[in-house]
T-cell receptor, first 114, second 114 residues
Framework: GENVEQHPSTLSVQEGDSAVIKCTYS??????FPWYKQELGKGPQLIID?????GEKKDQRIAVTLNKTAKHFSLHITETQPEDSAVYFC?????????????FGQGTILTVHP | DVKVTQSSRYLVKRTGEKVFLECVQD?????MFWYRQDPGLGLRLIYF???????EKGDIPEGYSVSREKKERFSLILESASTNQTSMYLC?????????????FGPGTRLTVL
């Protein structure tokens, strides 16, 4: 089955700096890669996703890049703010016959210091 | 907005008790999922359901069972709770494959087994 590895497990940055979280996956048939953000006391919420036919996607201060050959994808957050502090999870999915089943990474605790 | 609710935010049970965790979604989603979240291990899929009365094992089904008698409700059952089942349990729902990939999560139930 699919295996997703996520690094780093913790990341501490100063407000205004950039943050990068990286994930690798094992199943070359995976073709959908979402990122979820979990704030304290809440369930994870989708913040951005990318499909295997695209190399990069941006949404304001966040972007995701995908390297299919190397089987890794990354989340980039620019101009970080204290409200970006949360746990971030990457995930991967095979589209066909998977009923939406995602395999998640281990999570990254991001702390943005004012 | 999609809403996924879970019956309890916090639950304390004794070893050997039968435990029911309830999840309800209000968006008429076909797919529903149960995950457990442990530090350093990310979200691990216990069971999922793609239709009423249908269920599939996830990655860690041992010690758990599920029930889906109605489309909006998905229950997780611990037949005989053990201390190693102390964890955060997250429920999620998503539309049918091809109709959207986003999983919508509930706030979680923190279960402690003494």
């Amino acid at each position: 089955g699919e295996n997703v590895e996520q690094h780093p497990s913790t990341l501490s940055v100063q407000e205004g700096d950039s943050a990068v979280i990286k994930c690798t996956y094992s199943d070359s048939a995976s073709n959908y890669f979402p990122w979820y953000k979990q704030e304290l006391g809440k369930g994870p919420q989708l913040i951005i996703d990318i499909r295997s036919n695209v190399g990069e996607k941006k949404d304001q201060r966040i972007a995701v890049t995908l390297n299919k050959t190397a089987k890794h994808f990354s989340l980039h957050i620019t101009e970080t703010q204290p409200e970006d502090s949360a746990v971030y999870f990457c995930a991967a999915k095979r589209q066909s016959g998977s009923y939406g089943k995602l395999t998640f990474g281990q999570g990254t605790i991001l702390t943005v210091h004012p | 907005d999609v809403k996924v609710t879970q019956s309890s935010r916090y639950l304390v049970k004794r070893t050997g008790e039968k435990v029911f965790l309830e999840c309800v979604q209000d968006m008429d989603h076909e797919n529903m999922f149960w995950y457990r979240q442990d530090p350093g291990l990310g979200l691990r899929l216990i069971y999922f359901s793609y239709d009423v009365k249908m269920k599939e094992k996830g990655d860690i089904p041992e010690g758990y069972s599920v029930s889906r008698e109605k489309k909006e409700r998905f229950s997780l059952i611990l037949e005989s709770a053990s201390t190693n089942q102390t964890s955060m349990y997250l429920c999620a729902s998503s539309p049918s494959t091809g109709a959207g990939d986003t999983q919508y999560f509930g706030p979680g139930t923190r279960l402690t087994v003494l």
